[in-house]
Nanobody, 122 residues
Framework: VQLQASGGGLVQAGDSLRLSCAAS????????MGWFRQAPGKEREFVAAISWTGWNTYYADSVKGRFTISRDNAKNTVYLQMNSLKPEDTAVYCC????????????????WGQGTQVTVSS
């Protein structure tokens, strides 16, 4: 499966953004999906994940209550709605897919998209 993330940009603290990750290739609906982010000089960090059914979602504590992950299997797309953005949310956001694993460890994910930059100014 090929993944392409989009929707990043420069916003002010308190604003919202919605990231999209469009998938092509194999059956998207069978993949668990995750969002990760990496800020300059920092390690890759788990943000959110959603099961292939969409029934189960997981969030990092740092984004819980502000970010919402969702998916539309008919459109082969997973979304990350980000509200109440903070400067510490500034990072490159990447989406990932795997048929078996779902969770906060990035290494088991088999497929990755390129990142989209999110910059939050104070």
């Amino acid at each position: 499966v090929q993944l392409q993330a989009s929707g990043g940009g420069l916003v002010q603290a308190g604003d919202s953004l919605r990231l999209s990750c469009a998938a092509s290739g194999r059956t998207f609906s069978k993949y668990n999906m995750g969002w990760f982010r990496q800020a300059p000089g920092k390690e890759r960090e788990f943000v959110a994940a959603i099961s292939w059914t969409g029934w189960n979602t997981y969030y990092a504590d740092s984004v819980k209550g502000r970010f919402t992950i969702s998916r539309d299997n008919a459109k082969n797309t997973v979304y990350l709605q980000m509200n109440s953005l903070k400067p510490e949310d500034t990072a490159v956001y990447c989406c990932a897919a795997d048929t078996d694993y779902i969770g906060g460890d990035y290494s088991p994910y088999d497929y990755w998209g390129q990142g989209t930059q999110v910059t939050v100014s104070s």
